[in-house]
């Protein structure tokens, strides 16, 4: 069974950076064709695809934030991890990582974590 797992600061000031860490079991992050993503909900609204990295370790962003975002992996650990610089209230979101795998679905969500973005 594929499990992920968020973790990282609750709590982040304006214009610092958002770090985040995906613990990945069940599966290995470098296994062929599958992906894996970013993706977050702010209080009352829809979700919003942050971006992902292929198993080869290639990164993809949305366009509205690639100028802030870093998606890398630590294959030894089977970590994927988030950095979003720059922080303003906006950004203040349950923070998702999701596995895109067969049928190009996100079959396998984490629960998600808080971040919320205040001084």
């Known amino acids: 069974q594929v499990q992920l797992q968020e973790s990282g600061p609750g709590l982040v000031k304006p214009s610092q950076t958002l770090s985040l860490t995906c613990s990945v079991s069940g599966a290995t992050i470098t296994e062929p064709y599958d992906g894996w993503s970013w993706i977050r909900q702010p209080p009352g609204k829809g979700l919003e695809w942050i971006g992902y990295?292929?198993?080869?370790?290639?990164?993809y962003y949305s366009p509205s934030l690639k100028s802030r975002t870093s998606i890398s992996r630590d294959p030894s650990k089977n970590h994927i991890t988030l950095q979003l610089t720059s922080v303003t209230p906006e950004d203040t979101a349950v923070y998702f990582c999701?596995?895109?795998?067969?049928?190009?679905?996100?079959?396998?969500w984490g629960q998600g974590t808080q971040v919320t973005i205040s001084s």
């Open positions: 999701a596995r895109l795998g067969n049928g190009l679905v996100f079959d396998y």
């Open positions: 990295i292929t198993f080869r370790g290639n990164p």
